[in-house]
């Protein structure tokens, strides 16, 4: 059963946590040099359009379509955190998908199809993307490295955040799948912390977007104020959620 009393992130704390994101994305505007830093600030947009209907969901009420909104964040802070550790990583990841993508298209590609000239594209995007990597980094880089995508688990080990992919990640993957113990409100009486998963996102975000150059005035006093309350938490809150707000930042 859920304890009330137990420290969470009150919404009031998320909202202030996404306007900053949101005027750290406006005041960017797309203005990035170079693929690692336009990946971050599309991850950016990404993660902030899924926060912002979290919380508004959140506000009126509706906590199971909330839920549903927690693993695409999950994954994008997981990507983001993995790129910055290793931009060999962003190389990963933009091969895997563009090679899935190609073959997806080759199955919807016979001539004259709806699809016809997909696959075509795909194959040009992905060596398009290969010069691009080249020319940003180095050929030496990618010496050994597959032309293959890696899976989540893979990604959350790179970026050190293993320890969540195997809790916070594969449980609420069951609201996604439409398993039965989600889906029958099981996990409604248990206090999984999952504000501290927002915010431990929207906070990777916020540290992606300064360091490409936007102003983020107030980072460090939101930060300090998610620590007082990762402090606070019955028991210590040893999430590696909470864990990425550092004051220090």
Same mark, same amino acid.
């Given at each position: 059963?859920?304890?009330?009393?137990?420290?969470?992130?009150?919404?009031?704390?998320?909202?202030?946590?996404?306007?900053?994101?949101?005027? @750290?994305?406006?005041?960017?505007?797309?203005?990035?040099?170079?693929?690692?830093?336009?990946?971050?600030?599309? /991850?950016?947009?990404?993660?902030?359009?899924?926060?912002?209907?979290?919380?508004?969901?959140?506000?009126?009420?509706?906590?199971?379509?909330?839920?549903?909104?927690?693993?695409?964040?999950?994954?994008?802070?997981?990507?983001?955190?993995?790129?910055?550790?290793?931009?060999?990583?962003?190389?990963?990841?933009?091969?895997?998908?563009?090679?899935?993508?190609?073959?997806?298209?080759?199955?919807?590609?016979?001539?004259?199809?709806?699809?016809?000239?997909?696959?075509?594209?795909?194959?040009?995007?992905?060596?398009?993307?290969?010069?691009?990597?080249?020319?940003?980094?180095?050929?030496?880089?990618?010496?050994?490295?597959?032309?293959?995508?890696?899976?989540?688990?893979?990604?959350?080990?790179?970026?050190?955040?293993?320890?969540?992919?195997?809790?916070?990640?594969?449980?609420?993957?069951?609201?996604?799948?439409?398993?039965?113990?989600?889906?029958?409100?099981?996990? /409604?009486?248990?206090?999984?912390?999952?504000?501290?998963?927002?915010?431990?996102?929207?906070?990777?975000?916020?540290?992606?977007?300064?360091?490409?150059?936007?102003?983020?005035?107030?980072?460090?006093?939101?930060?300090?104020?998610?620590?007082?309350?990762?402090?606070?938490?019955?028991?210590?809150?040893?999430?590696? @959620?909470?864990?990425?707000?550092?004051?220090?930042?």
């Amino acid at each position: 059963m859920k304890d009330e009393n137990s420290p969470n992130l009150p919404l009031e704390l998320l909202e202030r946590l996404s306007v900053e994101v949101e005027s @750290a994305i406006t005041e960017l505007d797309g203005n990035c040099q170079g693929i690692l830093a336009g990946y971050q600030y599309y /991850s950016a947009r990404h993660y902030a359009a899924a926060a912002r209907g979290y919380i508004r969901l959140k506000r009126g009420g509706e906590d199971a379509a909330a839920q549903q909104l927690l693993r695409p964040m999950l994954e994008t802070w997981v990507r983001i955190k993995a790129i910055r550790e290793d931009s060999v990583m962003l190389y990963r990841i933009a091969m895997g998908e563009l090679v899935e993508e190609e073959r997806w298209m080759k199955a919807l590609d016979p001539p004259g199809f709806i699809c016809d000239g997909g696959a075509q594209k795909c194959a040009e995007r992905k060596n398009q993307f290969h010069d691009s990597y080249v020319k940003e980094f180095s050929p030496k880089d990618l010496v050994g490295v597959p032309r293959m995508g890696m899976t989540i688990e893979g990604l959350a080990k790179a970026a050190n955040l293993g320890a969540l992919y195997n809790s916070y990640y594969r449980l609420l993957c069951r609201y996604t799948h439409g398993n039965l113990t989600a889906m029958t409100g099981f996990f /409604s009486d248990i206090d999984i912390k999952e504000s501290f998963l927002v915010g431990g996102g929207l906070s990777e975000i916020m540290l992606a977007l300064k360091e490409l150059g936007a102003a983020c005035p107030n980072f460090c006093a939101l930060n300090a104020e998610v620590s007082a309350i990762c402090v606070s938490a019955s028991g210590g809150f040893e999430s590696p @959620a909470a864990k990425t707000f550092d004051p220090k930042h």
